[in-house]
C-alpha cells in the first residue's frame, strides 16, 4: 500500500477535521470542523493519504516558559490514524515529517499531551510535568487558613472572559516554567462552549476575580448533577487562586468540587482544615521533545553555574545523537558537540526531555535504571543545574 504523506491544502481541511474525529470514535459536525478551521494552520497540518484521509496530525506554532525566558515550542495535536490503517507507520512517518519541519523553523522544542502514555516515548517524547486531579465533597472542603486577596468575586460574560482569559494568561505564564503560550484564537476555541464539549454538563460560568481595577484571576466552570467542575482556574498568585477556590467550594446546593489537571506542588491543600479529604490523582501531563538538543539546552538558564557533558541517543531524529558539552549558569549557556572520552552522563532523549525544565532529577532517573552517570558525581552536577523552584506546569486548554 502506498501512503502519501504531505501536507494539507485548505480545501481539505473540512475532510482532515472529520478523518481526525472519527478515529477518536465520533462524529465531526459542521459547526465542530468550523471551529477547529478558526485556528487551524493549514501549512503545518499533515495528513496520510490512501484515496482519502487515513491520518492525521497537526502542529501548533506556539512557546513555552522555561528558565529564564522563554523558547519556541511546536505543540503536536490531533495525532491519529483510522482503524482501517492502524500499526502499518503511518504515524511514525508523519510524526517524522512533522518534527523535520519544526526543525527548519528553528523551533527547539516540541510539546503534545497524550492519550496514552506507551506511544510516544519511541519518538523521544518524556514525561516534563505532572498534573493532579481533585475531588473533594463540599462538606469537607473548609479552609483552615482563609484567603485575603483584596478584591472581589463577580460574574463576567462569555464575551469578557474570552477577552480577559489571554490577558491574565499572558501575565501569568512567565512565572511558571511548563506554561505553553496560547493565541488568542485558541483560546476563543477553547472557550467556545459548543453543547458537544459539555458532555451532559452545563454550559460555562465565568467568575473573574477583580482587585485594583483589573481582572487577577479568573474561573470558567460547569456544574453537572450538583457538582462544580472547576474546568480552568488561574490567578495572579497564590492569594487569589484561594480565593477562586474558596468562592467554587461555596456554591450553594453542590455536593462535590472537581479540579483538573493541578499543578503538583499546589500549595491549596496546605489551606485545608482536613487535607485528607481532597482526592487527588496524579497523571503524566505534557510530554516534551527536544528537536534540537543544542539550542535547547542553550536555550535556558541554569540554577547554578557548572558543566556537563551527556551522551544523547536519538534513532528517530539522528541529527541529535552524540556528545553535548554543557557550560551553563544564570546568565546564559554555551553547548558544544563533544568527544566519547569526555562523557559524564548517557541517557536517551526521552529522558533529557523528561528532566529538562525540573520535574524529575537525574538522579531519580538513574535510580530507576534509565540514565548512566559514568563520571562520579555528575548526577549531583546535573541536578543542581537542571533545579527549578516550582514544579514545572501548563494549563492545558
Ligand atoms: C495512536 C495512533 C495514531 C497510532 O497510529 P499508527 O499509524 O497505528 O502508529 P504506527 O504504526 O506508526 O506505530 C508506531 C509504533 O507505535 C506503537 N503504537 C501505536 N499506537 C499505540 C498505542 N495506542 N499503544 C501502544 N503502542 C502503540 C506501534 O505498535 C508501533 O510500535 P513498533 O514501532 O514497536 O512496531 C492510532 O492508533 C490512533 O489513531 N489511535 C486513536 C487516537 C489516538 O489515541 N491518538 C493519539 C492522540 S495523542
Not at 501536507?7 to 477518536?24: L, N, P, V
Not at 532517573?365 to 543545574?385: H, P, Q
Amino acid at each position: 500500500m502506498d501512503i502519501e504523506i504531505r501536507t494539507i491544502s485548505a480545501d481539505e481541511f473540512g475532510r482532515w477535521e472529520a478523518a481526525g474525529t472519527r478515529a477518536f470514535g465520533a462524529h465531526a459536525t459542521d459547526e465542530a470542523i468550523e471551529l477547529a478551521r478558526s485556528f487551524a494552520e493549514i501549512d503545518r497540518t499533515f495528513a496520510g493519504f490512501d484515496g482519502g484521509i487515513v491520518g492525521t496530525t497537526t502542529t501548533r506554532t506556539s512557546a513555552i516558559t522555561i528558565p529564564g525566558g522563554w523558547a519556541k515550542l511546536g505543540f503536536v495535536d490531533g495525532v491519529t490514524v483510522l482503524p482501517t490503517h492502524r500499526r502499518r507507520g503511518i504515524m511514525t512517518r508523519m510524526m517524522g515529517a512533522q518534527l523535520c519541519q519544526m526543525r527548519e523553523r528553528g523551533e527547539p522544542l516540541a510539546a503534545l499531551s497524550a492519550s496514552e502514555s506507551l506511544i510516544y516515548e519511541r519518538f523521544g517524547f518524556g514525561i516534563a510535568t505532572w498534573a493532579d486531579s481533585w475531588k473533594i465533597p463540599r462538606v469537607h472542603a473548609a479552609l483552615e487558613i482563609a484567603p485575603d486577596a483584596g478584591g472581589r468575586a463577580e460574574f463576567v460574560s462569555d464575551c469578557e472572559a474570552r477577552a480577559e482569559w489571554p490577558n491574565l494568561h499572558a501575565r501569568v505564564r512567565g512565572d511558571r516554567v511548563g506554561m505553553v503560550h496560547y493565541d488568542s484564537a485558541y483560546w476563543g476555541a477553547a472557550l467556545w462552549d459548543a453543547e458537544y464539549q459539555r458532555r451532559g454538563a452545563s454550559g460555562f460560568f465565568h467568575v473573574a476575580y477583580r482587585r485594583g481595577g483589573r481582572v487577577a484571576g479568573l474561573v470558567s466552570y460547569r456544574i453537572r448533577e450538583r457538582t462544580v467542575l472547576a474546568v480552568f482556574l488561574l490567578g495572579e498568585d497564590a492569594e487569589v487562586e484561594a480565593e477562586l477556590w474558596r468562592y467554587c467550594f461555596g456554591i450553594d446546593l453542590m455536593s462535590e468540587i472537581h479540579g483538573f489537571n493541578q499543578p503538583t506542588d499546589d500549595p491549596l491543600p496546605w489551606r485545608l482544615k482536613d487535607p485528607r479529604r481532597l482526592e487527588r490523582s496524579k497523571s503524566d501531563h505534557m510530554w516534551l521533545r527536544l528537536v534540537d538538543v543544542r539550542a535547547a539546552l542553550e536555550a535556558r538558564r541554569y540554577a547554578e553555574r557548572g558543566d556537563i557533558s551527556f551522551r544523547v541517543h536519538d534513532r528517530f531524529c539522528a541529527w541529535n545523537d552524540g556528545v553535548y558539552m554543557l557550560e551553563g549558569g544564570p546568565f546564559g549557556a554555551v553547548c558544544k558537540p563533544g568527544g566519547m572520552n569526555s562523557v559524564d552522563i548517557e541517557l536517551g532523549v526521552s529522558d533529557l526531555a523528561a528532566a529538562y525544565l525540573g520535574g524529575v532529577s537525574f538522579s531519580t532517573l538513574a535510580r530507576a535504571g534509565r540514565v548512566k552517570e559514568l563520571t562520579t558525581g555528575a548526577l549531583d552536577v546535573a541536578d543542581r543545574l537542571f533545579r527549578t523552584e516550582r514544579q514545572p506546569w501548563s494549563m492545558e486548554l
